[in-house]
């Protein structure tokens, strides 16, 4: 036998500080978002029934309890975010004890055995940079990239793996079409497209930037992108042909086209961006002027479902699907689609990581349950089947703060009330279920008929 040296498949959780643990001495974008109301007071509260996030379940100060029931899990990774407003809470003066205080959930993550995936944007930045316009101005592109660098010079000897960006499409699709993200505004297309095309460029001379820093070479970089797509609600039969309003059908496909899986595609294979934010009307178009497409060392998708519209325009599920508490129903099948159109796009090779998925359940946890063994069955057999996919982190850890949904949606897969002042977690049984499928997963995968023994990280194959 040899000795081929790769890195293990990744199992593991994904969490958002932000989501558990609030702004903390310094108040974020999300942090103002949660204590004001929209179009001065006449649309009601930000967050539903008016809840703010607190301390959410305290992971900040609590870390070293949650990191040790990631681990009891089976977990080999540990997906988090960097807080920039805590680490810079005023534009160039860096917080020390901030900085220490995440060295030192680093190290915590690295003695246990867990590799740390940082996230440097997960939705939240600091207040002065919303009050600078954010990603809505290309002229704070440099702002973000100066953070991604010193963020590199202060954790770059404790971590490999980094995301650049969290989601561009959802952050620029919620805080300007729906507003139930910040700044909370309300069909601006434009304003969306351009968000979404300052974060990729963000993205693009961020990688480059800490990539020309020492170990920055041996350094993984990607960006992570909510895989989502829109279809008609099957209804109706008519001479044995399923009958869909023709406007469904137009309206998903307008709506597949604004989400843009396609559009981000392209431009990490090609440096080209096209978006059609109103169909063929005025697109929004731009090219790295460098040849060749823009760094990127893997792409991370976040994958819970897909969208179902009925003929009212409301969400909906087909006949024999599990509705979540999303309005989703569960759909593992789509992540093979997912995982085709990716590799069709930048190659079968080109690194996937599973950086986020799961189930809002605020039942009796058999949703999450479904969940648990639906996905993972499909990513197991994704991995069989040779797909280059090399990890899963699921969503999430704990029940905590989701964004405009408040307290309401619960993903955890230990169970924790906001109310509870002694911050308990409680065990599912879907978290149980999990913990049998990462040890399953770590063990060995079956590659296109070969059985590979996986060993610390090493994978034996045939000399």
């Not at 998925?357 to 605020?362: I, L, M, R």
């Amino acid at each position: 036998m040899s000795e081929a040296k790769e890195d293990p498949f990744y199992v593991g959780f994904a969490i958002s500080v932000w989501q558990n643990s609030g702004d903390g001495p310094t108040v974020s974008n999300w942090g103002d978002w949660c204590n004001r109301r929209r179009f001065f007071g006449l649309l009601g509260n930000t967050i539903a029934r008016g809840e703010k996030c607190g301390i959410s379940c305290n992971f900040w100060n609590l870390y070293k309890e949650d990191i040790d029931r990631a681990v009891s899990l089976g977990s080999n990774c540990f997906r988090l975010s960097l807080e920039w407003h805590r680490l810079e809470p005023e534009r160039g003066k860096y917080d020390p004890i901030a900085i220490q205080h995440y060295r030192d959930i680093f190290a915590y993550c690295k003695a246990k055995g867990l590799e740390p995936f940082v996230t440097l944007h997960h939705f939240v930045h600091p207040l002065w940079f919303e009050k600078l316009g954010a990603f809505t101005n290309k002229a704070n592109i440099p702002i973000f990239v100066e953070y991604a660098r010193r963020s590199f010079r202060l954790f770059g000897d404790l971590i490999k793996y980094w995301t650049t960006f969290n989601e561009p499409g959802v952050m620029s699709f919620a805080g300007f079409i729906n507003g139930s993200f910040p700044p909370g505004h309300i069909a601006r297309f434009w304003k969306m497209g351009h968000s979404i095309l300052n974060m990729l460029r963000a993205h693009t001379l961020a990688y480059a930037a800490m990539k020309a820093e020492p170990r920055g070479e041996n350094t993984v970089i990607g960006l992570v992108h909510n895989w989502f797509t829109f279809e008609p609600k099957k209804s109706g039969i008519t001479n044995g042909i399923v009958v869909t309003p023709f406007y469904l059908k137009w309206l998903c496909a307008w709506l597949n086209s604004l989400w843009g899986n396609d559009a981000i595609l392209e431009y990490l294979r090609s440096g080209k961006f096209v978006y059609h934010p109103m169909g063929p009307i005025f697109p929004i178009k731009y090219e790295e002027p460098e040849a060749g497409p823009p760094g990127c060392d893997y792409f991370g998708i976040n994958y819970y479902s897909r969208g179902v519209m009925d003929w009212k325009l409301s969400p909906a599920c087909n006949d024999g699907e599990t509705m979540t508490d999303m309005p989703y129903a569960l759909h593992p099948q789509g992540l093979a689609h997912a995982l085709d159109s990716i590799a069709a796009a930048l190659g079968p090779d080109f690194p996937v990581y599973l950086t986020e998925t799961g189930a809002a359940d605020s039942g009796d946890d058999s949703i999450r349950q479904k969940c648990v063994d639906g996905y993972m069955s499909a990513i197991e057999s994704a991995v069989k089947m040779g797909r280059a996919l090399k990890g899963v982190m699921w969503w999430s850890l704990t029940d905590n703060f989701e964004w405009q949904f408040g307290w309401g949606m619960k993903f955890g897969v230990f169970g924790w009330s906001h109310e509870d002042v002694e911050q308990k977690r409680v065990l599912r049984e879907s978290g149980r279920m999990l913990g049998e499928w990462y040890e399953r997963m770590k063990k060995g995968v079956v590659v296109d008929g070969v059985e590979k023994e996986k060993d610390n990280g090493v994978v034996l194959v045939p000399a």
